[in-house]
């Protein structure tokens, strides 16, 4: 298809374009006043004191390791846990599950890691909502170990391995104002080729009453509507 071709073909279809351009134009608008999201992720590893002289029962296997994780883990995402998180100022979303080392339809749970995530539009959240659910996953451990008597030297404990700090959710405004922009070219395409080649006729609409068809002409007498000569 040549220049003047595709200009023809845009031309035909003027209004059909336009709408294109407008839908277009106010993806672009919603996609700029949506304000910059916000997010921290961390891992908290589970471990065990190793000692020589006391060895810990939970040294041995790291199933305990991961049971542990799981059960505190479930505790904080419990509605009793987000309501201390709220009620602590944690204003984020946030989430806390086991780190998954397979994918969602076959989950594979064979280490102690959580990973805690907060994201807000607001980086001051995001921050407070991190350090209160980290905090509550950390005190809810000691907690449960406490109430089981859980000799100090044979606790498990929790740490951060890893934390990315308040950094902005992955993606490019600039990519993804020019994916846009492909996709309005491609529509528009689209939208005049379909209708180039599917052309509306208005006489094939049920509704629609054509006014400019010519009327026959009056009968001049009565007798000639029964086919007699008129006298």
Do not use: C
Not at 78 to 94: C, D, E, N, Y
Not at 159 to 183: C, E, I, N, W, Y
């Amino acid at each position: 298809m040549t220049v003047q071709e595709i200009v023809a073909l845009m031309q035909r279809h003027l209004v059909a374009l336009m709408i294109v351009v407008a839908v277009a134009a106010g993806v672009a608008y919603a996609l700029k006043r949506t304000p910059m999201t916000y997010q921290e992720s961390g891992t908290v590893a589970f471990t065990v004191t190793k000692s020589a002289t006391n060895p810990n029962p939970y040294a041995s296997s790291s199933d305990a390791l991961i049971d542990a994780a799981g059960i505190i883990t479930l505790m904080v995402m419990s509605p009793q846990g987000q309501q201390q998180v709220r009620a602590a100022g944690g204003a984020g979303a946030f989430d806390a599950a086991l780190v998954n080392n397979y994918n969602l339809q076959f989950p594979l749970y064979n280490q102690p890691y959580v990973t805690v995530t907060a994201a807000s539009t607001n980086p001051a959240d995001v921050q407070r909502t991190f350090i209160e659910v980290t905090q509550m996953l950390y005190h809810d451990l000691s907690a449960q170990q406490a109430e089981a008597h859980v000799p100090t030297a044979d606790r498990i404990a929790a740490h951060m391995v890893a934390d990315t700090g308040t950094v902005t959710q992955p993606g490019s405004s600039k990519r993804t104002f020019a994916g846009l922009l492909v996709l309005m070219i491609v529509a528009a395409f689209s939208v005049a080729i379909f209708l180039d080649r599917h052309r509306i006729r208005l006489r094939g609409v049920p509704w629609f009453r054509q006014t400019d068809r010519p009327r026959r002409p009056a009968r001049l007498a009565i007798g000639a509507d029964r086919g007699g000569p008129s006298r």
